[in-house]
RNA sequence: GGGGGGUUAGCUCAGUUGGUUAGAGCAGAGCGCUCAUAACGCUUUGGUCACAGGUUCGAGUCCUGUACCCCCUACCA
């Protein structure tokens, strides 16, 4: 048995995260956890709320309630949508939670004692009116190089020119638009990355079985121009973790925060120590997860992300820990996705194009878009969602092949030997051909799910799921049934095994109708580990007990039909404004 | 400008360290079955593997160049 740490890029609080952010992190994430949670490892999936920063700020401020409370309550949200995707979590924290603050600040205390944090003079531009800094993006103005009148302060959409804020001619707010804005030099603390460059290089050359994109984005940071750079990692806002030493004040970083960027990561760590106390574990415990000298070098750690936090995770976040040179476990593993586009184009928030959690959950039922996206994910390219590939993706899929296979055999059943299993012959070489046909797809399943191979899994169990029609048609027990009742019988009970099986073996990727389908064969609702299944392959289709009533199943998946599918691509379209 | 990724059947994608007739699902065609959500099974039609060169006995696979797409990143007047 092996313990393996698990962390799902942390979504941001503002706001509810649509299909390309669940796809992204954390339901790649949670079919690992289920998958290692079934070969029996320890596991502990851990995400939590990114809730600093300057977004969230104006998010309360447009929902006329304070940051605290704005936080609290999307928090909640964020928690139910999580548990109604059935992502199985074993910690969704905050980083607003006393833990983190605490961390953080030590973090920050205990490199800054390793030498490694310096302070700078920046200048930000100040908003009286709005009475705060006004990060880049929050203030325009025309582009002194294209006389494009809304560029940001960060980037020209007219000429995409990079900006500094201080250049825009004629700045004004975004948020009050107020042109009284004044240039103000504030400190900051960086963290100097640059010293803990040759570390970071020689850690990310160790990693020789990552994906290229995650080293080559990587490196290109290390080593491009004049290598890895030092970061601020302190804004001028008031919501966040305050810069402070011992519980005083930093002198010279008075009512500043700790850059979000900084924290959050940091918040990976909080979240298992939360975890701990919830689970009244001993003191120490976190520690066995996160410090190698406290038992976290057996630890197995796997972060999913999508690319644009790729890195943070190779480069800020492991400088933090290796800064800190307190033995802090570093990342074994980075699973990077690219994007989900809709329709071919992209995800809006502000636009309202795409599918967001909350509304494709009132549509259909979790499973449905598991499946979906699981088997779409982006883990080469990019893909691209559409109604269209989505309608024949269930209908396919879930319906026909594995909702239409539960339901012929349930319903023969029921009809031919009555709400009770048969028990009926031995197995024969029908029932031993699909056996050995089923195991060795299984394996190649199993080596996918190893590998977080999202995309081939979903193919191979595809492919078991059809043997069960195969063998139903292959066997005939419609035909049996007429001459050889137990025969017939055999068959069944071979059909009911096979769901179990399935039911076993799709938990990580569609658990709410595996629930349904294990409790239809009258077992509970524990998950079986599949470690058992090594040891001898056949037994395991004999594990449903003789004469046990079972609940014929209504028709585990409705399908979608192209009616349907129109009303709801118009509708999802998005405003063109 | 620099870097990275991509370009394989109508569509979505697999193609292991270069090795014989390039695979899957969907869509199309035909046949079979009738237990089942008009579901299932079997068979089958589709490919100058973006283009042009090169290395090799042999290249979808390695090298060079070109075109197009996506992403990251830097910037002159």
């Known amino acids: 048995m092996k313990r393996i740490l698990i962390t799902s890029a942390l979504p941001y609080i503002n706001g509810i995260k649509h299909l390309g952010n669940l796809v992204g992190s954390q339901l790649p994430a949670d079919v690992y956890a289920r998958f290692m949670r079934a070969k029996g490892h320890e596991v502990a999936f851990i995400c939590a709320t990114d809730e600093h920063g300057t977004p969230a700020e104006l998010a309360a401020i447009d929902n006329n309630t304070s940051t605290e409370e704005y936080c609290e309550k999307m928090w909640q949200v964020q928690k139910d949508l999580s548990e109604k995707f059935f992502l199985s979590f074993d910690f969704f924290g905050r980083s607003s939670s006393p833990s983190n603050h605490e961390l953080t600040k030590q973090f920050a205390l205990q490199l800054n004692k390793n030498g490694l944090l310096k302070r700078v003079e920046e200048k930000q531009l100040f908003s009286k009116e709005d009475n705060r ?6 203030v325009i103005g025309t582009c002194p190089e294209c006389s494009y009148e809304r560029a940001r302060g960060d980037q020209c959409e007219n000429c995409t020119r990079q900006l500094e804020a201080s250049e825009l001619i004629n700045p004004r707010s975004v948020l009050s638009g107020s042109k009284n804005l004044e240039l103000i030099k504030t400190d900051h603390l960086y963290l100097m990355q640059s010293k803990l460059k040759d570390k970071l290089l020689a850690w990310i050359e160790s990693k020789n079985n990552w994906p290229i994109i995650t080293t080559s984005i990587a490196k290109k940071w290390l080593l491009d121009g004049e290598g890895l750079q030092d970061r601020s990692i302190t804004r001028d806002l008031k919501w966040g973790i305050a810069v402070e030493k011992d519980g005083r004040p930093w002198e010279g970083m008075e009512n500043k925060v700790f850059y979000v960027w900084f924290d959050a990561p940091i918040a990976y760590i909080a979240s298992t120590l ?44 492991p400088a933090t820990l290796l800064g800190a040179k307190q033995s802090w476990k570093l990342v074994d593993y980075i699973k990077g996705f690219n994007w989900l586009t809709y329709e071919g184009g992209k995800f809006s928030t502000s636009q309202k194009r795409g599918v967001f959690m909350n509304q494709a959950i009132d549509l259909f039922p979790s499973d449905y878009w598991r499946w979906w996206l699981l088997s779409n994910a982006p883990e080469n390219a990019d893909s691209d969602f559409t109604w269209t590939s989505f309608q024949s993706c269930i209908n396919k899929d879930l319906a026909d ?20 299993i048969p028990k009926g012959s031995k197995y024969t070489n029908e029932e031993f051909e699909a056996i050995s046909e089923i195991e060795k797809i299984f394996k190649d399943y199993n080596d996918a799910m190893t590998k977080i191979e999202i995309r081939k899994a979903t193919s191979h169990l595809r492919k078991i799921w059809s043997k069960g029609n195969e063998y139903l048609q292959r066997s005939q027990p419609w035909m049996k049934i007429k001459t050889n009742e137990a025969e017939a019988a055999k068959i069944v009970r071979f059909g009911f095994n096979l769901m179990l099986f399935y039911s076993e073996i799709s938990e990580p990727f569609i658990p709410e109708t595996c629930l349904k389908i294990k409790s239809c064969v009258g077992k509970s609702k524990d998950s079986v580990e599949w470690s058992f299944f090594k040891d001898d392959f056949e037994t395991i289709f004999e594990r449903v007990k003789f004469g046990a009533k079972f609940k014929p199943l209504q028709n585990l998946f409705k399908k979608i039909d192209n009616k349907e599918a129109l009303d709801l691509e118009k509708r999802f379209a998005g405003t063109d404004d």
């Open 133 to 138: 800094f006004l990060p880049d993006r929050y």
């Open 274 to 317: 939360d975890w701990a106390t919830s689970k009244k574990q001993h003191p120490e415990y976190w520690k066995t997860w996160w410090l190698d000298d406290h038992g976290a070098k057996d630890v197995h750690y796997v972060q999913f992300m999508a690319k644009d936090n790729i890195p943070f995770h190779t480069l800020s976040f």
């Open 401 to 420: 092949v594995l909702g239409n296979f539960v339901s012929r055999l349930a319903k023969f059943a029921a009809s031919k030997f009555g709400e009770a």
